[in-house]
């Protein structure tokens, strides 16, 4: 049996990163043996991403879709998601710092029922990130995986390289992200039990400029709340009743 696979690809002024992206993409799933194909939701760029888009669908199962109202990577992969072809989902960042040689990995793992959700992960035993990272992104990196530990089972939840069934994201409840973290909304929002973790070599930017930014770390914050929310409802309305409640039956006592 073919293993089918859509690969989701958001893009906003990545063009030069497309066809080396496209090529070790083909490549990599080629040698899996899969039918695949590679969907980039270009935020309307305007950079040239079309045309090279176009050029290289005479070569691979690659298309485009420009999005001229929406903005986002997260709601770029629910697009994508929208106009996949196959059943097994995956979304990579276009910049290559996620190896697409990692992608047989991640799927086999979903294909075979291992996992409800594959991660690549810079964390896991034999993971690791290329080049230099100074304290400061150290420290803002331990501290967005240290916030959202109680949400998910994974050393890695900030990672944006993951796949999953059709079913999975079908399932989830109310998808509602801001910011970058569509892997973690989707664990949460699915209510995820099996993970599997695959280790990745976390690269350097191929080209282009990262789009992480002040604005980014400040809506993810406000996305962790809307999380915990919805996780944890029960015990943020609840404590205070139960608190409220004690104090009342004791001071009645008295």
């Given at each position: 049996?073919?293993?089918?696979?859509?690969?989701?690809?958001?893009a906003?002024?990545?063009?030069?990163?497309?066809?080396?992206?496209?090529?070790?993409?083909?490549?990599?799933?080629?040698?899996?043996?899969?039918?695949?194909?590679?969907?980039?939701?270009?935020?309307?760029?305007q950079?040239?991403?079309?045309?090279?888009?176009?050029?290289?669908?005479?070569?691979?199962?690659?298309?485009?879709?420009?999005?001229?109202?929406?903005?986002?990577?997260?709601?770029?992969?629910?697009?994508?998601?929208?106009?996949?072809?196959?059943?097994?989902?995956?979304?990579?960042?276009a910049?290559?710092?996620?190896?697409?040689?990692?992608?047989?990995?991640?799927?086999?793992?979903?294909?075979?029922?291992?996992?409800?959700l594959?991660?690549?992960?810079?964390?896991?035993?034999?993971?690791?990130?290329?080049?230099?990272?100074?304290?400061?992104?150290?420290?803002?990196?331990?501290?967005?995986?240290?916030?959202?530990?109680?949400?998910?089972?994974?050393?890695?939840?900030?990672s944006?390289?993951?796949?999953?069934?059709?079913?999975?994201?079908?399932?989830?409840?109310?998808?509602?992200?801001?910011?970058?973290?569509?892997?973690?909304?989707?664990?949460?929002?699915?209510?995820?039990?099996?993970?599997?973790?695959?280790?990745?070599?976390?690269?350097?930017?191929?080209?282009?400029?990262?789009?992480?930014?002040?604005?980014?770390?400040?809506?993810?914050?406000?996305?962790?709340?809307?999380?915990?929310?919805?996780?944890?409802?029960?015990?943020?309305?609840?404590?205070?009743?139960?608190?409220?409640?004690?104090?009342?039956?004791?001071?009645?006592?008295?």
């Amino acid at each position: 049996m073919v293993t089918r696979v859509s690969v989701i690809v958001p893009a906003f002024r990545e063009a030069p990163n497309i066809e080396p992206l496209t090529r070790r993409v083909f490549d990599a799933l080629a040698d899996a043996r899969f039918d695949a194909e590679l969907i980039i939701v270009d935020d309307n760029s305007q950079d040239g991403s079309v045309e090279i888009v176009e050029r290289l669908a005479a070569e691979y199962p690659v298309r485009i879709l420009v999005r001229t109202e929406e903005r986002g990577l997260a709601s770029a992969v629910l697009c994508g998601f929208e106009h996949a072809g196959h059943d097994i989902l995956v979304v990579m960042d276009a910049d290559l710092q996620h190896p697409p040689e990692a992608i047989p990995d991640l799927v086999d793992a979903v294909a075979t029922g291992r996992a409800e959700l594959a991660v690549g992960s810079r964390y896991a035993q034999g993971g690791s990130i290329a080049g230099e990272w100074n304290w400061l992104r150290k420290l803002n990196s331990f501290g967005a995986t240290l916030l959202a530990l109680p949400l998910v089972r994974l050393r890695d939840p900030m990672s944006g390289f993951a796949a999953l069934h059709r079913d999975t994201w079908k399932r989830a409840d109310r998808l509602n992200p801001v910011g970058y973290k569509i892997t973690l909304e989707l664990a949460v929002k699915a209510r995820c039990k099996r993970y599997v973790e695959v280790p990745i070599s976390f690269a350097t930017r191929h080209a282009g400029s990262s789009k992480l930014s002040l604005r980014e770390q400040f809506l993810y914050l406000n996305h962790l709340a809307r999380l915990y929310w919805f996780r944890f409802k029960w015990l943020i309305v609840g404590a205070p009743l139960v608190a409220a409640a004690t104090i009342a039956v004791a001071t009645a006592i008295l």
